[in-house]
Each structure stands twice: as C-alpha cells, then as structure tokens.
C-alpha cells in the first residue's frame, strides 16, 4: 500500500513539545492543558481567547518544529512499515506562517529518519490532492478541493476520541494496517496502486 503518514502528532510530538514551551513561557498564566484535557484538534480552542497570541507564538517559534521529539514507537513504526513492502511518504501540512515551519519540518526528517526519507516528504496545504491508499493522521476531518482516493486512519489521540473510523496507535500499527488491507482488497480485486518512484538523484532536487 501507498501509506501517507502525517507528521506533527504521528511522528513528531508536537503535543508534548507545546506543553514543555508553554510551562517555561506561560505557566504563571495558566499551565498548559494536559492530554486528558485536550478537546479540540485546534489548539487555540482549549485555551481561553485572550491567550490565542500566546498559543500562537509557542509553535510559531524558531526551532519549535525542529526541536520535537518523536512520538513513542513512531521511527520504528515507520521503518517497519517500509519493511514490510509498503510505500511510506510523509504528508504534512505547514503553517501559513511558514518560514520556520517548513525548512524545520525537512530537518526534523533528516535527524530522526536520515536524508533519504527527505525524498519521502510531501508539505502540502490540502491533503485530498495527495494520492495514497491510506492516510495516517490525528486531524479528525480532513477536507480539501477533492473527495481523497486514500481512507484516513484516525492516529488515535484524546482530541479526535469521538471521530468514526479507524485508529490506530505506533503500538498497533501492524495489525491496523492488515486489517484496513484486508478490507480494501475486499472491495476491489484491481490493483489500482498509485506507482510512484522515489527520486535517486538527491542533487537533482532545487527546491498540526
């Protein structure tokens, strides 16, 4: 399968790194929101709306997005599924304040995955225009200008507790992707793989 694995929240914890940004710029404001108390994807929706600037300026900061830890399991769990004969792409959506995000996003990929899984790395603003037979990610709606070709498995986390579909988890993850594997096979006998070759040429390469 053509496997799209969403970034902040599936690989990179972003959740943890607000948190720790928080505590040491705000906590005499309010502490930061521990998981159980997180609602909302947005995370500006569970704190109060005159701290919507502070929240803001945590994950706008240079090196916030660099500086993530990986989520539990999450670096294994990807190799794994390369291993097993799946294709792997990181499919993440930047900010529209972009210019510490992005660059921050592919140096996150470089330290924790190594180079050649830049190559793998789509930064995208509407996921729905990506091909891929599955999309693994912790937003729970994801909309776009198109209806997806891939199902969205709900990386499960307390936010997107009540989203229909789906979930899984860096512990569950092979057994999520048999499952969802067996279920599409079941509705198609094509092969309607999208065929995707992975650049060789690193040089060649100019460009939540």
Partial sequence: MLIL?????????????????????????MPALGP????????????????????RSIYEAPGFYRNLLPMPGALEG???????????????SPLTFWRHCVPEKYEWVERHLGADFL????VTKDKTLVRGHVL??????IDGAEMPLWRHVIFDAPYNANAA?????????????????????????MD??????????RSADEGR
């Fill in 5 to 29: 694995l969403d970034q902040d929240g599936v690989l990179a914890d972003f959740e943890r790194g607000f948190r720790d940004a928080w505590n040491l710029r705000y906590a005499d404001q």
């Fill in 36 to 55: 159980a108390d997180r609602k909302s994807f947005h995370l500006r929706e569970d704190y109060p709306a005159r701290l919507y600037d502070a929240v």
């Fill in 78 to 92: 990807a190799r794994g599924l390369l291993e097993e004969g799946h294709d792997v792409r990181i499919c993440t």
């Fill in 119 to 122: 190559q793998r790395l789509i």
């Fill in 136 to 141: 693994v990610d912790d937003k729970p709606r």
């Fill in 165 to 189: 579909g789906p979930r899984m988890t860096w512990r569950t993850w092979r057994e999520t992707m048999v499952r969802v594997e067996n279920q599409m096979s079941a509705k198609s006998h």
């Fill in 192 to 201: 309607t793989r999208p065929r995707i070759s992975v650049p060789s040429d």
